[in-house]
T-cell receptor
Framework: GDSVTQMEGPVTLSEEACLTI???????????LFWYVQYPGEGLQLLLK?????DKGSNKGFEATYRKETTSFHLEKGSVQVSDSAVYFC????????????FGQGTELSVKP | DGGITQSPKYLFRKEGQNVTLSCEQN?????MYWYRQDPGQGLRLIYY???????QKGDIAEGYSVSREKKESFPLTVTSAQKNPTAFYLC?????????????FGPGTRLLVL
């Protein structure tokens, strides 16, 4: 079945460092891809999405490009802030299964001042 | 403001007890979902519903039950058959249209066993 694998954490960076969180997927169809962010004790918030190959999603300085040839959707940010500290989840949607989301295991990011 | 509310924020269950988690949305979304989150793991789908009075099992439905009597409400019951219920439970919704595949999430309910 479809699956998502993302880079293990925790990831610890200094403020203004560059961030990359790797995400790869396997899917039989053509899913949409998402990055969600979860702050401590809260639900998930959509960070960005891409619906087809070569689409780039972007929001709040974060970017990710839907790469069909490498089945990847890596999350990047050029300069992280302390406020970016959170858990990041990569996910894909399967419309043929009721639109359910399939998640990676999450990557915890900690940014130090 | 439209959104998803979940209550309570924390819930305690005794041995052999059934407990019900509430999920309400005022987004007029057709589809609703329940996910379970365990530490260090991604979210796993428990149940989902695409229309009132209909719902489907997800990947880990055993020990759980749901109902969908109203479009805006999708309560989840954790039964005594669920032997390891301690987790963070998240409810989500989305419009049931092919191009509308983004799910909105509620704030979650943390269930603890006494």
């Amino acid at each position: 079945g479809d699956s998502v694998t993302q880079m293990e954490g925790p990831v610890t960076l200094s403020e203004e460092a560059c961030l990359t969180i790797n995400c790869t997927y396997t899917a039989t169809g053509y899913p949409s891809l998402f990055w969600y962010v979860q702050y401590p004790g809260e639900g998930l918030q959509l960070l960005l999405k891409a619906t087809k190959a070569d689409d780039k999603g972007s929001n709040k300085g974060f970017e990710a490009t839907y790469r069909k040839e490498t089945t990847s959707f890596h999350l990047e940010k050029g300069s992280v802030q302390v406020s970016d500290s959170a858990v990041y989840f990569c996910a894909l949607s399967d419309y043929n299964q009721g639109g359910k989301l399939i998640f990676g295991q999450g990557t915890e990011l900690s940014v130090k001042p | 403001d439209g959104g998803i509310t979940q209550s309570p924020k924390y819930l305690f269950r005794k041995e052999g007890q059934n407990v019900t988690l509430s999920c309400e949305q005022n987004l007029n979304h057709d589809a609703m979902y329940w996910y379970r989150q365990d530490p260090g793991q991604g979210l796993r789908l428990i149940y989902y519903s695409q229309i009132v009075n209909d719902f489907q099992k997800g990947d880990i439905a055993e020990g759980y039950s749901v109902s969908r009597e109203k479009k805006e409400s999708f309560p989840l019951t954790v039964t005594s058959a669920q032997k390891n219920p301690t987790a963070f439970y998240l409810c989500a919704s989305r419009p049931d249209r092919k191009q509308q595949d983004t799910q909105n999430f509620g704030p979650g309910t943390r269930l603890l066993v006494l």
